[in-house]
């Protein structure tokens, strides 16, 4: 199985595991088997079990005993979360670190008295632990009111049992995204054996056969990578999205289009031609590029100019990795020589270059400026540039300031002024829009959300990433309340704080909303495609419009 086989992939972030998480979260072969428990106590089951549908979220911070996820009588929603972070209380054979909380558990936390006892008593609002949830407001909160979050009156939310992963906080606190799909992959896995399991139960509460669907969200993404839907995570998605035969209806995998449309971070080079790389000072962290040929062809062979004006080769010919150095021996960047998929499969070079600002006095460190990447040898197609984002989520302090592409004729904006929209066939250059959607989002069965604004309805905002047909996604959903005010204001961790977030992250989970409301009353929905036809015909990416919530994160008057 993919996620058996992608193990490999991982090796070097498995080996790292105990130094990503805090000591409290690591399983000792001491503490005592877990005794399994329900999901859900009884009265939070579905009324109708034959009309629900399981609401997974995978996110950071989520805020498990926040009120929009109990019922009428107080009785958690959530049958499941994983939170990777917390202190470790028992052993389960399919959990190497953190804790498992089921319904009944949280409703225990819940007689604390103050969610944020809950919190302290999973030890995610130590200092020394975790301070995950000693926040206002996080991601992971505002993502999860949005795909599941009721008021705990309306009896529409126990149609939509809940499954959670909250992830570690070192997996997202890496600017370029690449230490979180482990933790991704291990959250999907999870997921779906908790679904099955919560199918087997509502079976038996039901006292018949009960197969809901499930739809999960990730509001999550990463600019680099196999951008053609070969990268182990969307296989993993496509590989669950497809199957069949088990306790399950169809899976759905949710997605945002991300937000990164506008920073030149895409590009494309045939042989002899160039590009500059404007790499900024003062930057604490790496900086890294992919140069990705097509299938089955040549190596890449790359030459580097520094901002001095020096000239530099990248000194791989056979897949590996090296370094590139000055006259004087010192490294100026570590390179990385693959093919991804066996012989047949895609090259790339990745060039990874030290911080501007470097953390001791004699790390290494790379000069700014505008560097220029030059392509000397590639096959016929050419080959794709991705930048890795340099950014991190809501809540995590030490941002990375991001390095982008340079093209000396490229208009960042229209005569008008306006952002930039889909690439011009007649007019595009070496620097691309199309194909700047997250690098996650490019399977065959995902549903993948773009962002819009909510006055004027539809319009789409200016840093949705686009699939490579230009489309900003498969559906778009409002995140912001207009362009002279962006965002939506969303629910924070404690039950009164609020927080106003931006981004297609938010759009996302309200589809994951209408869908499973949808499915719930009976709509026919098997795939993308059927998803489509019931959103109706439009022009372009539907648009879901402002969700109806229970709090006001638009003003309507």
Known sequence: MIATDSLEFFG???????????????????????????????????PDPDRATIVAVIDHAIPFAHPLFTTRKGHSRIAAIWLMEAQAADRRPDIAF????????IDALHCLGDPHAAYRACGLMTAATSFAMAHAGSHGAAVAAL??????????????????????QSALADTTGSLAGLFI???IVFVIARARALAREMSAQAGRTVRPSLVVNLSLGVTAGADDGSAVLTRLQDAIATRTGWELRPVFFVLPTGNHRQDRLRGRLAAGQKIGWHIPPADPTLNAIEIWGGPGEALPQVEVATPDGTRL????????????????????????????????????????????????????????????????????????LAVHRDDRLSGFRGQGRQSRLVEPGYAPRTDSGRWQGADDRATTGLIRRNGTANVY?????QIRVGASLARPAGQISAYTGLLP?????????????????????????????????????????????????????GTDISDRDTLLTALGPDGGAPDRGVPDLPWRCVRTD
């Open 185 to 187: 992959q291990s959250a």
């Open 12 to 46: 070097p972030i498995v080996d790292r595991i105990p130094d990503l998480l805090p000591d409290q979260a690591l399983v000792t072969p001491h503490a005592p088997p877990v005794d399994d428990g329900p999901f859900l106590h009884p009265s939070a089951h579905p």
């Open 147 to 168: 795909a599941a979050g009721h008021d705990p009156t309306d009896d529409r939310g126990r149609a939509g049992p809940i499954l959670a992963v909250s992830l570690p």
């Open 441 to 445: 989002a490019r399977g065959r069965h």
């Open 98 to 105: 953190g804790r498992e909380l089921r319904g009944p558990q």
């Open 313 to 384: 080769v990248v000194p791989l010919t056979t897949t590996g990795s090296g370094r590139i150095t000055d006259a004087n021996g010192a490294a100026l960047a570590r390179v990385v020589l693959q093919r991804r998929g066996g012989s047949s499969g895609r090259p790339v070079v990745t060039i990874i270059v030290p911080p501007t600002l470097p953390a001791a006095a004699r790390a290494p460190c790379a000069p700014p400026g505008l560097w220029h990447l030059r392509l000397i040898q590639a096959g016929p197609s050419g080959c794709h």
């Open 469 to 521: 047909d230009g489309a900003p996604g498969d559906v778009t959903a409002p995140a912001d309340t207009s362009f002279a005010l962006p965002g939506l204001r969303l629910p924070g961790i404690a039950p009164a704080s609020r927080q106003r977030l931006s981004g297609t992250s938010l759009s996302a989970p309200q589809l994951c909303r209408w869908l499973s409301a949808a499915l719930a009353d």
